[in-house]
T-cell receptor, first 109, second 113 residues
Framework: QKEVEQNSGPLSVPEGAIASLNCTYSDRGSQSFFWYRQYSGKSPELIMSIYSNGDKEDGRFTAQLNKASQYVSLLIRDSQPSDSATYLC?????????FGTGTSLTVIP | GAVVSQHPSWVICKSGTSVKIECRSLDFQATTMFWYRQFPKQSLMLMAT?????????EQGVEKDKFLINHASLTLSTLTVTSAHPEDSSFYICRAQGGIEQYFGPGTRLTVT
């Protein structure tokens, strides 16, 4: 079983809709959780981090963490074509950092 | 905020030559550097982890004699691709970590002809 699993997609949503990206992780001892956005040909950039159960909102982005279910998600409200990218989930366990394979999101104008 | 730089941002080299890629943390001390490789439309693949002043730890399947990593200071790590071949053409990205801070570099696009 992989440490971090994501649906590779592609996920397509119309402009203005909510995009929902999901991630599960295997180690219950994981402490920190991150969402990165990666545009084609570019390095990943951090968009959200979350450390405790519940929701964390930042602008159009909301990260949701459920440690009991070992599940972390990212919601993007009012999706824009510029949100089209690959979204990577990352989990920090001890001093190890694990990345999912990424979910490709396309926002259709 | 903290910034990690990579140099060069892109490089084209001939098969059989060596290429050195630098990764610098500009305003924090990176005790650990991670080197990744990413082929088109594929996910990040961790190649190796290095701690300042120590030998790098390589992931399974990554040739340590081909991908030489040096982490001589808290602000600089280098990856040297020796005797490069076309199959080494890829996007190489470093990630610098120091305490709770960690940032990706902008990446280096290597093309071997």
């Amino acid at each position: 079983q992989k440490e971090v699993e994501q649906n590779s997609g592609p996920l397509s949503v119309p402009e203005g809709a909510i995009a929902s990206l999901n991630c599960t992780y295997s180690d219950r001892g994981s402490q920190s959780f991150f969402w990165y956005r990666q545009y084609s040909g570019k390095s990943p950039e951090l968009i959200m981090s979350i450390y405790s159960n519940g929701d964390k909102e930042d602008g159009r982005f909301t990260a949701q963490l459920n440690k009991a279910s070992q599940y972390v998600s990212l919601l993007i409200r009012d999706s824009q074509p510029s949100d089209s990218a690959t979204y990577l989930c990352a989990v920090n366990t001890g001093n190890q950092f694990y990345f999912g394979t990424g979910t490709s999101l396309t926002v259709i104008p | 905020g903290a910034v990690v730089s990579q140099h060069p941002s892109w490089v084209i080299c001939k098969s059989g030559t060596s290429v050195k890629i630098e990764c610098r943390s500009l305003d924090f001390q990176a005790t650990t550097m991670f080197w990744y490789r990413q082929f088109p439309k594929q996910s990040l693949m961790l190649m190796a982890t290095s701690n300042e002043g120590s030998k790098a730890t390589y992931e399974q399947g990554v040739e340590k004699d081909k991908f030489l990593i040096n982490h001589a200071s808290l602000t600089l790590s280098t990856l040297t691709v020796t005797s490069a071949h076309p199959e080494d053409s890829s996007f190489y990205i470093c990630r610098a970590q120091g305490g709770i801070e960690q940032y990706f570099g902008p990446g280096t696009r290597l093309t071997v002809t």
